[in-house]
């Protein structure tokens, strides 16, 4: 095996990442796709769904709001708010950033 390869593959853990996201993430999500109920009902799943559905109505997991706000601010941070595919400010103005305005 090259230097390389090694150095690369085997010493900075990518091949580790990729098996586990090959394996561990994008193999059950694509079976869960194709297969919802039977996925569903595999042995493991139930004690995994709730545990998923205790940790949700602990609210652990919506600090993820707080941290996201608490970014924001931090970062200065403005709320984009767009209508169509068009970008607005928060009155609901379109924000032409700069640009000559549009002509009907």
């Known amino acids: 095996v090259p230097d390389w390869?090694?150095?690369m593959f085997l010493e900075t853990g990518l091949?580790?990442?990729?098996?586990?996201?090959?394996?561990?993430?994008l193999?059950?999500?694509?079976?869960?796709?194709?297969?919802?109920?039977?996925?569903?009902?595999?042995f493991?799943?139930?004690?995994a769904y709730w545990a998923?559905?205790?940790?949700e109505t602990s609210g652990?997991?919506?600090?993820?709001?707080?941290?996201?706000?608490l970014m924001s601010k931090v970062f200065r941070m403005k709320e984009e708010v767009t209508a169509g595919g068009v970008q607005m400010d928060k009155h609901?103005?379109?924000d032409?950033?700069?640009?000559?305005?549009?002509?009907a």
């Open 5 to 7: 390869v090694q150095a």
């Open 15 to 25: 091949l580790a990442c990729l098996v586990v996201v090959i394996i561990a993430q």
């Open 27 to 42: 193999m059950p999500q694509i079976v869960a796709s194709l297969y919802p109920t039977q996925f569903l009902e595999l």
């Open 44 to 47: 493991m799943m139930r004690p």
């Open 52 to 55: 998923c559905i205790i940790l």
């Open 60 to 69: 652990v997991t919506h600090i993820c709001w707080v941290l996201a706000w």
């Open 92 to 94: 609901g103005n379109k």
């Open 96 to 103: 032409n950033q700069g640009y000559v305005s549009d002509v």
